[in-house]
């Protein structure tokens, strides 16, 4: 079977919305209705049926509430983005920009960060990839704020500003200890005065459609169909 989903069944979009009510980075999936009937009864022989009426209004009023697709795709394309973290690639396959030296270095806990892992220290992220199903479409994305820039990349600007830093100071040596501490193990603060900078963010995508997104959606699809279009089993 032959199908070019890309000519008229599936369309996506990437959108960033800020109130935290809703997703903040996603991907939209729509698909018209005529034009699943349409593709499903071709996809499962069913002009070759000899009981075509029926297989057809079965076909429609499996069409009728799109909303239980919705949500096999919905969770199937959870799983896929997920999966992008874990393999740190894009939607195309293609690796993400490795980790700079100096974030690599950085201590997280006893030990160094590493180059491992990337957006998934905490996890945060990564556990909160989910979806928003109706009868019309599903999205996939995250409400996390900080989102959109690691996916898309950018610049993050900070003016100068004052901050006060907290140390240990030994009276014997008459010397700062070189690490920064908690407020509350410290019994030296200094303020100090950090210059403006610009961070830049390269993006790692991991919100999209790739060529295996389309196969994995018309394979539920298709599964759904054969089900509740009661197409299960083959011809008849």
């Excluded at 908690?182 to 303020?191: G, L, P, Q, T």
Aim: aromatic share 8%; hydrophobic share 30%.
């Amino acid at each position: 079977m032959a199908v070019n989903i890309g000519n008229h069944i599936l369309a996506s979009s990437a959108k960033i919305k800020r109130p935290l009510s809703q997703l903040t980075a996603n991907y939209q999936i729509k698909c018209p209705r005529n034009a699943l009937i349409s593709l499903y009864s071709d996809s499962c022989g069913l002009m070759e049926s000899h009981n075509v009426k029926k297989r057809l209004d079965q076909a429609h009023e499996a069409a009728d509430d799109l909303q239980p697709l919705y949500e096999k795709i919905g969770g199937a394309m959870v799983f896929r983005t997920q999966r992008r973290f874990e393999t740190e690639t894009d939607p195309a396959g293609k690796k993400w920009p490795r980790l700079k030296p100096r974030t690599a270095a950085k201590r997280i806990g006893s030990g160094r960060r590493g180059y491992e892992n990337m957006l998934r220290v905490k996890l945060r992220l990564y556990q909160s990839i989910t979806y928003q199903a109706d009868a019309t479409s599903v999205a996939t994305g995250t409400n996390v704020i900080y989102a959109a820039i690691q996916n898309l990349g950018g610049e993050i600007k900070q003016a100068e500003r004052q901050h006060t830093i907290y140390q240990k100071y030994n009276e014997k040596t008459d010397t700062l200890a070189p690490r920064f501490v908690k407020r509350s193990r410290s019994n030296y603060a200094r303020d100090v005065t950090i210059k403006a900078r610009t961070i830049k963010i390269p993006a790692r995508e991991f919100l999209g459609f790739g060529d295996g997104d389309r196969k994995e959606v018309l394979s539920v699809t298709e599964g759904h169909f054969r089900t509740e279009g009661g197409f299960e089993g083959g011809n008849q």
